[in-house]
T-cell receptor
């Protein structure tokens, strides 16, 4: 158990809908990262927040957005869903802002999103 | 940009055999960090090791060992005396000194048969 929690574990929805994925980082971790794992794209970084502020953006679609709240939990919002958005979405957390600061990313169990 | 190549898509071995997973990386950073993660059938990503680019010492942890060779940009992972519980997808990942993210390889699926 990494200490990172994600809800829900599974989500099934229809095209065009909007969903929210939730992540709680490990106690003491200030950084939250979102990754998408799909069959065709592999594991891809989406976005990072550090202590409530956006720090880095990866291959995140405009239909997707995220935020980190004062209690440090984070939410990833996916809207106008398409079939291709079906994937496993991971949240990870770390103590510091950058990996250079000698800290690992610990991953949550993931949320499996299926868009029908 | 960082790039990680795991050329082996799938490896199948019989229990107690050794298995080596290859990882080759590309980076322009002089300081960088290499990682291995395990993804068992249950789906979670489990951190195994981090190696700093300035530390080329090989590492052994139980049945796991890692061989870091800067000269060939490789960070290979060996499971000795494999067990069925080692069946998983293994990912190699890279991060530069100023990176905020991990760049993952495509993963190698290891199947250990009893």
């Amino acid at each position: 158990d990494s200490g990172v929690t994600q809800t829900p574990k599974h989500l099934i929805t229809a095209t065009g809908q909007r969903v929210t994925l939730r992540c709680s980082p490990r106690s003491g971790d200030l950084s939250v990262y979102w990754y998408q794992q799909s069959l065709d794209q592999g594991l891809q970084f989406l976005i990072q927040y550090y202590n409530g502020e956006e720090r880095a953006k990866g291959n995140i679609l405009e239909r997707f957005s995220a935020q980190q709240f004062p209690d440090l939990h984070s939410e990833l919002n996916l809207s106008s869903l398409e079939l291709g958005d079906s994937a496993l979405y991971f949240c990870a957390s770390s103590v510091a802002s950058r990996l250079a600061e000698n800290n690992e990313q610990f991953f949550g169990p993931g949320t499996r999103l299926t868009v029908l | 940009a960082q790039k990680v190549t795991q050329a082996q898509t799938e490896i199948s071995v019989v229990e107690k055999e050794d298995v080596t997973l290859d990882c080759v990386y590309e980076t322009r950073d002089t300081t960088y960090y290499l990682f291995w993660y395990k993804q068992p059938p249950s789906g979670e990503l489990v951190f195994l090791i981090r190696r700093n680019s300035f530390d080329e010492q090989n590492e052994i942890s139980g049945r796991y060992s890692w061989n870091f060779q800067k000269s060939t940009s490789s960070f290979n992972f060996t499971i000795t005396a494999s067990q069925v519980v080692d069946s998983a997808v293994y990912f190699c990942a890279l991060s530069g000194v100023n990176d905020y993210k991990l760049s993952f390889g495509a993963g190698t699926t290891v199947t250990v048969r009893a």
